[in-house]
Each structure stands twice: as structure tokens, then as C-alpha cells.
Nanobody, 117 residues
Framework: VQLVESGGGLVQAGGSLRLSCAAS????????MGWYRQAPGKQRELVGT????????AYADSVKGRFTISRDNAKSTMYLQMNSLKPEDTAVYYC???????????WGQGTQVTVSS
């Protein structure tokens, strides 16, 4: 499975961005997908996840109510809609896909999101 993120950039506080994660390869093996982020000098943290077979996304408390994860299975693409962005949301955002039945765990290359105050 290969993952490619896009949509990062520079935005002012209070603004919005939408990230995309396009999956290719053996996408039928994917059990769940998620977004993580890593700010400078900090550990990578979970933003939220979405299961493959339906079900609701789950979010970290820090983004709940502001970020929305969705996926288009026909396009093998996951999205992260980020609203009401804050400077503390500045980080490299990574897409992740888990293939639990085969023990696969895949990462994209990351996309930078910078929120100016």
C-alpha cells in the first residue's frame, strides 16, 4: 500500500484547509486509516481515525469539533477537513493505513501545515 498526502500549506488562524490522502496498491487489505501529526520537537500524535467498513470516525480531544475525517472508498482517498485552525495545529500531517489481517502499517510522506497567528 502506498499513501500520498496533499493539501498542506500556510493559513491564518481561524482559517481552513483540507488534506487528502490517496491510497494505491493493495488497498483491499486496509482495515482502518488515520491522520497523525508531528510538531517540531514533539512526538507524533494521533489526530483521528476512520474504519474501512463504515462506522464513525474518532478524534483526539484537541481537534474534536474542528476537524472532520471522511473517506471516498471508490477513489481510495481519505480526507481531513480542518476548520478554525489554531497556531498550535502547526505540524507535519501524516496519513496512516493499517492492514490488521496481514500485519501491515503504512505511512505517507507527510504534508506541512502552518497556521500563522
Amino acid at each position: 500500500v502506498q499513501l500520498v498526502e496533499s493539501g498542506g500549506g500556510l493559513v491564518q488562524a481561524g482559517g481552513s484547509l483540507r488534506l487528502s490522502c490517496a491510497a494505491s496498491g493493495s488497498t483491499f487489505t486496509i482495515s482502518a486509516m488515520g491522520w497523525y501529526r508531528q510538531a517540531p520537537g514533539k512526538q507524533r500524535e494521533l489526530v483521528g481515525t476512520i474504519p474501512s467498513g463504515g462506522g464513525s470516525p474518532a478524534y483526539a480531544d484537541s481537534v474534536k469539533g474542528r476537524f472532520t475525517i471522511s473517506r471516498d472508498n471508490a477513489k481510495s482517498t481519505m480526507y481531513l477537513q480542518m476548520n478554525s485552525l489554531k497556531p498550535e495545529d502547526t505540524a507535519v500531517y501524516y496519513c496512516n493505513a493499517a492492514a490488521l489481517r496481514i500485519g501491515g502499517n503504512y505511512w505517507g510522506q507527510g504534508t506541512q501545515v502552518t497556521v500563522s497567528s
